[in-house]
């Protein structure tokens, strides 16, 4: 049997478990950075560097509240870049009523 394994894997930098930046963070904060690296795989490529989520995709993405969503996104402001954005609709090129977060890893 072989140590390394094809398959569905994520890549994650060790300083989620190492450096000072993370080591206050909650459960939850660092699930949902765990979550958010997928998601940057997942929605990311040549031509954009970011990604959108609502509290409620994530809510969904991660199993938790929303509420805990919320509080795990604070936590996460000094390793995650965050911005509130309008969508904007591909059929009608109509900006959304309601603003969603932009999110993009810091390095």
């Known amino acids: 049997m072989s140590k390394y394994k ?4 994520i890549q994650l930098s060790r300083e989620l478990f190492n450096d000072d930046r993370f080591n206050g963070l909650s459960l939850n904060a660092k699930w949902l950075y765990v979550v958010l690296n997928e998601l940057e795989h997942k ?12 509290n409620e995709d994530l809510a969904n993405d991660t199993g ?19 911005w509130q954005m309008h969508w904007k609709d591909t059929e009608t090129g109509k ?13």
Do not use: P
Request: hydrophobic letters at 35%.
């Open 6 to 9: 094809e398959g569905n894997y």
């Open 64 to 82: 938790l509240s929303i509420s805990s969503v919320k509080r795990a996104k604070e936590e996460l402001r000094s390793v995650v870049q965050m």
């Open 43 to 54: 929605f990311t490529g040549k031509k954009e560097n970011y990604f959108f989520r609502s």
């Open 95 to 107: 900006l959304s009523k309601k603003k969603i977060t932009a999110f993009r890893i810091k390095e």
